[in-house]
């Protein structure tokens, strides 16, 4: 095959979303292997779950520009930077944050470190991940289900909830007790007993976080059918895993 052969073939290659890698054998070449990633199963439904949640989700790779339109077209992502170096992921993440926004990052890679320190928050997948992306972010989710994320999120969400709900109970309680007690109708066993009670309101309502870990999803119905909506199937809830069961 000539070279004008050669590169037209290449550029089919690249126009299909993969990454053409060239075989020479004694300074001749004997031909090419196209390499193309796929996404993740639960993907899609991670994305749609993120999205229904009211987040933006924006994919910034080093992979070309056809690649990443693929990849991203598959899992329902709408904004994509492609062929990103390490130094310009961490970059974008700054211009993001310029402009007010709060930025996750998510990755698994050594080119995915600088921007996981840059970011608000960062998150590796722990399974796959590198350990220097694993020692970089902030957290870690020890497996392959990217439904983890949502959950991770919503499971935050729901924390501080409860956080701002047993604050209420517990102010509440003081004025109610202070106010007993220069009215003169609050003795001192009525107020031991009136704040040991709401002691227990206060643990009974943190321990509503506890149903995620019975196989409950932290996602919320409506966040499930909004998901559902958009990817065209149901998003299931992933069951929590024991201890003996994550990996290594």
Do not use: C, Y
Not at 1 to 24: C, F, N, W, Y
Not at 80 to 95: F, I, M, S, T
Not at 199 to 223: D, F, K, P
Not at 232 to 245: K, L, Y
């Amino acid at each position: 095959m000539d070279i004008a052969g050669v590169s037209a073939h290449l550029q089919r290659l690249s126009s299909e979303g993969k990454t053409p890698v060239l075989v020479a054998a004694d300074g001749r070449m004997e031909g090419v292997i196209a390499v193309s990633d796929s996404p993740r199963p639960d993907a899609r439904e991670a994305v749609a779950a993120l999205r229904s949640m009211g987040l933006r989700v924006l994919m910034i790779t080093g992979d070309n520009h056809a690649a990443a339109a693929r990849i991203a077209q598959a899992v329902g992502i709408d904004d994509v930077l492609a062929e990103v170096a390490p130094g310009g992921k961490a970059r974008e993440v700054k211009a993001l944050q310029q402009k007010g926004q709060v930025v996750a990052m998510v990755g698994d890679g050594v080119n995915d470190a600088p921007a996981l320190a840059t970011a608000d928050i960062g998150v590796a997948m722990g399974a796959a991940g590198s350990a220097v992306a694993v020692e970089t972010a902030d957290i870690a989710l020890m497996g392959d289900n990217l439904l983890k994320l949502p959950e991770a999120i919503s499971l935050a969400k729901r924390t501080v909830n409860v956080m701002r709900q047993n604050i209420w109970i517990a102010l509440i309680t003081v004025v109610v007790l202070l106010v007993g007690v220069f009215a003169g109708g609050v003795t001192m066993a009525i107020g031991m007993f009136v704040h040991e009670g709401s002691v227990l309101i206060v643990i009974l309502n943190a321990m509503r976080l506890l149903r995620n870990t019975q196989g409950a999803t932290a996602l919320s119905r409506s966040e499930r059918a909004r998901a559902a909506h958009e990817t065209g199937r149901p998003v299931e809830p992933a069951t929590a895993q024991s201890s003996s069961e994550l990996p290594s």
